[in-house]
């Protein structure tokens, strides 16, 4: 019997071939991630104040932040949704920045605790901080 948290199937197998079932292939034109959080308020002024994200839409338990023109960030109350919070488990939200070392220190003099800037194999410079639902952020550059 499979422990919760566990999947259901073994790594890259699937239970039929792809090439049996034809899809209509999905082509996004846009993209929002739903943060469903205990921390509601604290989650929405993180993301509003110290990360300075604008807001697209609000109401009493909803916020959708715009990260581009086709990316959002929505902050959900779970008290009001069917979907209750991960508190962070297994999150990490990725952001792509033109200086993350930049970034890191105006986030390290804003009191976010990032953790230290490091470059990465992969050719980033790459750091790490929680919102207050327990979210990991990586937020990285390339390394030019």
């Known amino acids: 019997m499979k422990s919760k948290g566990q999947c259901s199937r073994p790594r890259n197998q699937l239970d039929t071939p792809l090439e049996l079932h034809p899809m209509p292939k999905l082509i996004p034109q846009a993209a929002n991630t ?4 205990c921390a509601w308020a604290e989650t929405v002024a993180f993301y509003r104040d110290q ?11 909803f916020v959708e932040f715009t990260l581009t023109s086709t990316a959002r960030l929505s902050i959900a109350d779970e008290r009001r949704a069917t979907i209750k919070s991960s508190h962070g488990a297994g999150i990490t939200l990725t952001f792509q920045v033109a200086d993350a070392d930049e970034i890191w220190a105006a986030f390290q003099s804003a009191g976010l605790e990032p953790t230290p800037c490091r470059t990465h194999a992969w050719g980033a410079r790459v750091f790490y901080l929680r919102d207050p639902e327990g979210n990991r952020l990586e937020v990285w550059s390339p390394v030019a």
Not at 51 to 61: G, T, V
């Open 34 to 37: 739903i943060l469903y959080c």
């Open 51 to 61: 990360l300075e994200l604008p807001i697209n839409f609000a109401s009493d338990w």
